[in-house]
C-alpha cells in the first residue's frame, strides 16, 4: 500500500511535464492562445537583440585579439635578433675588459651548431621559434 502512494506521487511530475529534462507543460491544446503567441513573439524579439549583441560583442573581441596577436608577432620578430644577454669579463682587479660579447637567440642557435651542439641548437629553435610563429598563425586563422 505504502509503495504504491508514493509512486502515485513520483508519477504526478510525469503527467504535468513533458519529460523531467524539460520543464515546459504538456501540450493541452491551448498552445494557439493570442497569449501565448505574444510570449512567443517577445521571446523570439529578445533574442535576435541578444544574438545581434553578441555577433558585435563576438567580433569585436576577434579582432581585439587579432591585434593583440601582430602586436606579440611584432615583438617576436626583433626579440630573436636583438641581444638577449651581454658578457663582460675584467681583468683580476677590474681596470681592464678583456671581452664582451653580445647573444641573441639567432646568434646563439648558430654558434651552437657551429660547436657541433645540434640538440641544443635544435630545442632552441623550436621552443623559441618554430612554435611562437606557428602559434601566431593558428590564432590569426582561427575564427
Known amino acids: 500500500m505504502i509503495a504504491n502512494t508514493e509512486s502515485s ?27 501565448t503567441q505574444s510570449n512567443i513573439s517577445l521571446l ?3 533574442l535576435s537583440t541578444t544574438h545581434g549583441t553578441k555577433w558585435t560583442i563576438d567580433r569585436i573581441r ?6 593583440l596577436t601582430l602586436i606579440s608577432l611584432g615583438f617576436l620578430i626583433p626579440g630573436l635578433w636583438y641581444p638577449m644577454m651581454t658578457l663582460h669579463i ?10 664582451m660579447e653580445s647573444r641573441s637567440i639567432w646568434s646563439t642557435t648558430n654558434y651552437l ?7 641544443s641548437g635544435t630545442l632552441i629553435v623550436i621552443f623559441a621559434i618554430v612554435i611562437p610563429f606557428v602559434k601566431t598563425i593558428l590564432l590569426l586563422i582561427m575564427k
Open 9 to 35: 506521487a513520483m508519477d504526478a511530475p510525469k503527467k504535468s511535464f513533458e519529460s523531467y529534462q524539460s520543464l515546459q507543460p504538456a501540450d493541452d491544446g491551448k498552445t494557439n492562445s493570442p497569449q
Open 44 to 46: 523570439s524579439n529578445s
Open 62 to 67: 576577434n579582432l581585439i585579439s587579432n591585434i
Open 90 to 99: 675584467f681583468a683580476p682587479g677590474g681596470a681592464i675588459e678583456v671581452a
Open 113 to 119: 651548431f657551429k660547436q657541433g651542439r645540434n640538440l
